[in-house]
């Protein structure tokens, strides 16, 4: 028991409160309907988190929900059932791990991918961790021609038949790789995005 404060009543007393807080709200704001008193809830809430042993901020919270409920018309049955059938989603639900004075929600599944056809799931970047590196680089190779080392253009030559210059074939870099990549990327993404 909290200091100051008798024993619980008994349930008869409970009603006869909630009973006349209804009359007097009714006489005092009228006929409104049920965000206010929810809204005004919401600043109790924080104002009992900061004092959760004040039990004047409980009864304003009790008394606000009792009003929003009451000017929403929903039946004290009504919750009842409701309460049983979130205790159930809840019940099936995954939870982080506890922690004091934090919130803690559920945690959400996520829903998986849509992929169009034709369309594969990839990285958007190739890196070494997650195997690009080793699967790609290596594959491929461009034409480049370059000054001949024996002539450099200057004689008759058998490497180059005279012309200074010869054809040889160079490993693409990985940065280019990843630049290419990258690029592509961008395109289809944007191109599935649009087409959304």
Not at 59 to 75: C, I, N, P, S
């Amino acid at each position: 028991m909290l200091a100051n404060y008798p024993p619980a009543q008994p349930a008869k007393d409970r009603e006869q409160v909630r009973r006349e807080h209804a009359e007097w709200s009714q006489a005092t704001f009228g006929n409104v309907g049920p965000v206010g008193p929810l809204n005004h809830l919401s600043k109790e809430a924080l104002e009992a988190a900061e004092q959760p042993g004040d039990l004047s901020e409980w009864a304003d919270m009790q008394f606000l929900l009792w009003d929003a409920q009451r000017r929403a018309g929903v039946t004290d049955e009504q919750i009842t059932q409701a309460m049983i059938d979130k205790l159930a989603v809840n019940k099936q639900r995954k939870w982080p791990e506890p922690k004091d004075g934090e919130p803690r929600l559920h945690i959400k599944e996520q829903p998986a991918p849509v992929v169009p056809d034709s369309y594969v799931m990839v990285p958007m970047r190739l890196t070494a961790e997650n195997g690009a590196k080793g699967a790609l680089s290596g594959e491929f190779s461009e034409t480049k021609f370059v000054n001949c080392p024996e002539c450099f253009g200057d004689d008759e030559c058998e490497t180059c038949d005279g012309s200074g210059r010869i054809e040889i074939t160079v490993p693409v870099t990985w940065t280019t790789i990843k630049e290419i990549w990258a690029k592509g990327v961008e395109h289809f993404s944007a191109t599935a995005q649009e087409n959304n």
